[in-house]
């Protein structure tokens, strides 16, 4: 089982490796080096990243960074319950979502498009005006939204058409 330092925990997704963008290593260690609160940062791919892009991720960022390498058990729910912080990549818009119902800050990288997608600009625009994400930047802040609860969404709809 996944047990890292629980104190300041920060999970990063590095997705960025699909047909929409192109990820920079040297940003990525700027982002796990520089001003980090003495944060504890946990790297977390995803499945879809290929072995290669794994090894890669290990190499570069391994010293200053927990890189989960697929081997043990995915420490990604620990590290919803227990991070301070999210940063993710912007193409990642499951992870974004699943990390909107903590409450906690999510910080966006946005990655270069490889192919506009409005669908991708359109997700990014509605977190934004909830300010449940922002651009990632300089520095990580704290900020408080109201977090997401689809299923409560959801019966509100679907709870009238059945009592109907």
């Given at each position: 089982?996944?047990?890292?330092?629980?104190?300041?925990?920060?999970?990063?997704?590095?997705?960025?490796?699909?047909?929409?963008?192109?990820?920079?290593?040297?940003?990525?260690?700027?982002?796990?080096?520089?001003?980090?609160?003495?944060?504890?940062?946990?790297?977390?791919?995803s499945?879809?990243?290929?072995?290669?892009?794994?090894?890669?991720?290990?190499n570069?960022?391994?010293?200053?960074?927990?890189?989960?390498?697929?081997?043990?058990?995915?420490?990604?729910?620990?590290?919803?319950?227990?991070?301070?912080?999210?940063?993710?990549?912007?193409?990642?818009?499951?992870?974004?979502?699943?990390?909107?119902?903590?409450?906690?800050?999510?910080?966006?990288?946005?990655l270069?498009?490889?192919?506009?997608?409005?669908?991708?600009?359109?997700?990014?625009?509605e977190?934004?005006?909830?300010?449940?994400?922002?651009?990632?930047?300089?520095?990580?802040?704290?900020?408080?939204?109201?977090?997401?609860?689809?299923?409560?969404?959801?019966?509100?709809?679907?709870?009238?058409?059945?009592?109907?």
């Amino acid at each position: 089982m996944f047990v890292p330092p629980i104190k300041n925990e920060l999970l990063s997704s590095p997705s960025g490796f699909s047909s929409q963008y192109d990820l920079h290593f040297k940003r990525a260690k700027e982002l796990l080096s520089g001003g980090t609160n003495n944060l504890n940062f946990v790297v977390i791919p995803s499945r879809r990243t290929k072995k290669v892009t794994l090894e890669i991720l290990i190499n570069e960022l391994g010293k200053i960074a927990y890189v989960w390498d697929k081997k043990t058990i995915n420490p990604y729910l620990f590290a919803l319950k227990h991070s301070r912080y999210f940063i993710l990549t912007s193409d990642s818009t499951s992870m974004i979502s699943e990390c909107a119902f903590t409450g906690k800050p999510v910080h966006i990288y946005h990655l270069p498009f490889k192919r506009f997608s409005a669908r991708i600009v359109n997700f990014h625009k509605e977190f934004e005006d909830k300010n449940i994400t922002r651009k990632l930047d300089e520095k990580l802040e704290d900020w408080n939204y109201t977090p997401l609860n689809e299923a409560e969404r959801i019966a509100g709809i679907i709870r009238p058409r059945i009592i109907q």
